[in-house]
């Protein structure tokens, strides 16, 4: 394995450093120390190109929702850039924001509106005038929901239900960009299945992907890239072919115990 | 942006079970309001036109003005003290008229009815003090803080939305989708009105526009306090509990504190203070006179009409005495408390105004011409007809009665009763009651329309800020 280090512990397998191209994403040194002195993020640098998924594997509190925050400007970066398209995420937000789409862990749309009315709505702050409701329906039936709830409420939709809604909301902005913070997270395994498979064909369709998740099998089967994030640091960086023989499971304890030891 | 917030706002609030609800309650006490207000202002009317016939109907049989006494003048009911009753209930509605001397009010509505202080009615200002402000709360204390609950906030914020924009559309959307069917309810019972027998001339229609818009900057201090509240709080439990904290002091606490306050730094002479004091004058004055009275000496020519012209003479000429003594002390007392009186009620209101609520009462009762000022102008109406009685009363009787006047009847000597003819009560001038005109009501109005405008501003940028440094996360 070919080793590139961008900060001591961390264990680059050829992934490009921001510097040298123009991703789509890109992580540069993102830092982020809190107020009361927690250091959520530390140097974390990677990039996204377009048509690729990158999947940040770590526990809770490993950084990977600090670095989507940072991504969306919810919060400011205390050293370092996240890009968008080029754009400083936090000198430029709303043009940052043009070019990205985000899915939440726990999609929560607006109970009292149905499925269609959510869709309308958010697809106009998304700077989606243009649709009509056939466009919506399509869009609907794509990700999966029946037709029958296009026109409910969303008060009684299950999880996995609103996880439709949520990515039909990104598919609709039709951003460069995907935003995925643990987007599989309690969903059943059919309805988990169909989502990666949507993600496949978003990535298919040219959009750089950048997921956080728990679930090492999933990220395995679909990410191109996988960073391992421990304690605010991207522990390890692969590409998928490079790991391909290897049990990530068995590589992800690895790296964490490593890290784990190196810090102790 | 601003047009599909707005847009989502009105929708999210006006698709909500707890919106219909709401306000179909709050149609139905403005509708009953409006409706109880008529029928109040009905019952009144009929009242004031009994009273004037009875009070006329009492003069009748009398053969001489000089037996007028205790004529009776009265308030006419205002209609817009039908829809906010302010103090018009709790005031004397008639004036004992004797062509001198202090006049009082008498007769409340409430001490004639006493039930309908126990039970007092509904009215605007009721409903918007207490039912509205806290229908506000109710829908705006989640306005920032539940969207971030829910988790919509970070996906709006995931998309290009100025901050600005964004609670400034959550303002504008919350404002419409709960003022405009509180208005158009209220409309409509304005539109009921002449059907419910209140009919209102173009300075009322003016009145009562200003105070529904009084309303809606009240209702709207209380929208921005509350976005204002979630914006800066995290949690919607602990702006909910906030909100109702303040609303309690702002509603209940402070208007009646600042009374208290009021009336504990100055110290007013109450009213049966002054009636001793002048009790005791007028005692002493009437021993005085009741002394001369003794040593009262007709001219001797012996005529009976002359003795008695002579009399009536004196005792007017010692009645004018008495009241110049008692005008004298009682102006100094009256003066000594109406000064402390104003002192108290400027520190009493002035205190009271940093709740948005008693802003809004003063304004709208102001507006409605039974504010604190409804009694003072009646009584200032009527001693202006006091004079004119008097003046009358010295065309008939060639005296001002006021002060007690004795009457002979002298009979002729061929045992035939004199035939007398009686009075005629329509030659007594009839009082005419000028409400207060609208630029008094409108100037006394407008620094409490102006201190919920600044409410509104101070709580609008109160949030706009808070929300501009707000924790998306």
């Known amino acids: 394995m070919e080793t590139t280090s961008t900060n001591e512990a961390v264990t680059n397998h050829a992934v490009n450093s921001p510097s040298q191209s123009r991703a789509m994403l890109a992580a540069d040194n993102l830092t982020k120390r809190y107020e009361d002195g927690v250091l959520a993020l530390d140097h974390v640098t990677f990039e996204v190109n377009q048509g690729h998924i990158y999947a940040m594997l770590g526990g809770n509190g490993a950084g990977k929702t600090t670095t989507i925050n940072l991504f969306l400007n919810f919060i400011e970066p205390t050293e370092g850039e996240a890009r968008i398209n080029g754009i400083v995420t936090h000198k430029e937000p709303l043009r940052a924001k043009e070019k990205i789409a985000f899915v939440s862990e726990n999609v929560m749309l607006y109970p009292n509106f149905t499925a269609l009315q959510n869709l309308d709505f958010f697809a106009r702050l998304g700077g989606q005038t243009g649709y009509s409701k056939d466009d919506y329906r399509e869009v609907l039936l794509r990700v999966g929901l029946q037709e029958e709830a296009h026109n409910k409420r969303l008060k009684g939709f299950s999880k996995g239900m609103r996880q439709k809604c949520g990515i039909a909301i990104a598919i609709l902005k039709d951003a460069p960009a995907i935003l995925l913070d643990e987007p599989t997270s309690g969903l059943d395994p059919k309805a988990g299945f169909e989502f990666i498979r949507l993600l496949e064909s978003l990535r298919d369709e040219g959009k750089a992907i950048l997921m956080s998740t728990h679930d090492i099998f999933r990220a395995r089967d679909i990410a191109d890239t996988i960073g391992i994030m421990n304690q605010g640091r991207i522990v390890m960086q692969s590409q998928k072919s490079d790991i391909a023989g290897e049990d990530l499971e068995k590589l992800y304890m690895k790296y964490m115990a490593g890290y784990m030891e190196q810090v102790n | ?473």
């Open chain 2, 1 to 473: 942006m601003l047009k599909y917030i707005i847009e989502k706002e009105l929708r999210d609030m006006i698709s909500s079970t707890k919106f219909v609800v709401t306000f179909a309650i709050c149609a139905v006490l403005i509708l009953l309001a409006f409706y109880t207000g008529a029928q109040n202002y009905r019952v009144s009317q009929s009242q004031y036109q009994a009273a004037k016939t009875e009070n006329l109907r009492q003069l009748e049989g009398l053969t001489d003005w000089i037996m007028v006494r205790n004529f009776r003048i009265f308030l006419p009911p205002e209609p817009l003290a039908a829809l906010v009753t302010g103090i018009s209930n709790d005031i004397g509605r008639s004036v004992t008229v004797q062509g001198r001397g202090e006049l009082a009010t008498q007769d409340s509505r409430f001490s004639d009815e006493p039930v309908f202080a126990v039970f007092r009615f509904l009215d605007l200002d009721f409903i918007f003090q207490i039912v509205l402000s806290l229908f506000a709360i109710l829908f705006a204390y989640d306005a920032i803080n539940g969207e971030k609950e829910r988790g919509t906030l970070r996906l709006t914020f995931a998309n290009a939305v100025p901050r600005a924009q964004y609670i400034l559309g959550k303002i504008i959307g919350s404002f419409l989708a709960l003022a405009v069917p509180v208005l158009l309810a209220i409309l409509l019972g304005c539109l009921l009105l002449p059907l419910l027998g209140v009919h209102l001339n173009g300075d009322e229609w003016l009145r009562l526009g200003l105070m529904i818009f009084a309303g809606l900057l009240y209702f709207g201090v209380f929208l921005m306090l509350a976005v204002f509240i979630s914006s800066l709080t995290h949690r919607t439990s602990s702006s909910f509990l906030l909100l109702l904290v303040i609303w309690i002091f702002s509603v209940l606490i402070i208007p009646r504190t600042a009374v208290l306050l009021a009336g504990r730094a100055v110290d007013v002479p109450s009213v049966d203070e002054i009636a001793s004091q002048k009790n005791r004058l007028r005692s002493q004055l009437w021993s005085e006179d009741r002394k001369k009275m003794s040593e009262f000496k007709p001219t001797q020519n012996g005529d009976p009409q002359t003795m008695v012209s002579e009399f009536n003479k004196f005792m007017s000429e010692a009645a004018d005495e008495r009241e110049k003594k008692m005008n004298e002390l009682a102006s100094r007392l009256n003066e000594d408390r109406h000064n402390k009186q104003a002192v108290q009620e400027k520190l009493a209101f002035g205190l009271a105004r940093l709740s948005p609520a008693a802003a809004f009462s003063m304004a709208t009762t102001n507006l409605a011409g039974t504010s604190m000022d409804m009694k003072a102008h009646f009584l200032s109406e009527a001693q202006a007809y006091q004079k004119t009685y008097a003046e009358f009363m010295q065309s008939k009787t060639g005296m001002n009665i006021g002060g007690g006047a004795m009457v002979f009847r002298m009979r002729s000597g061929d045992g035939e009763e004199d035939v007398e003819k009686p009075i005629d009560a329509k030659e007594l001038p009839e009082f005419n009651y000028a409400g207060l005109p609208l630029d008094r009501v409108v100037g006394a109005a407008l620094p409490d329309l102006g201190i919920l405008a600044l409410f509104n501003l101070l709580f609008f940028a109160g949030a706009f800020v808070a929300f501009l440094r707000y924790d998306l996360r």
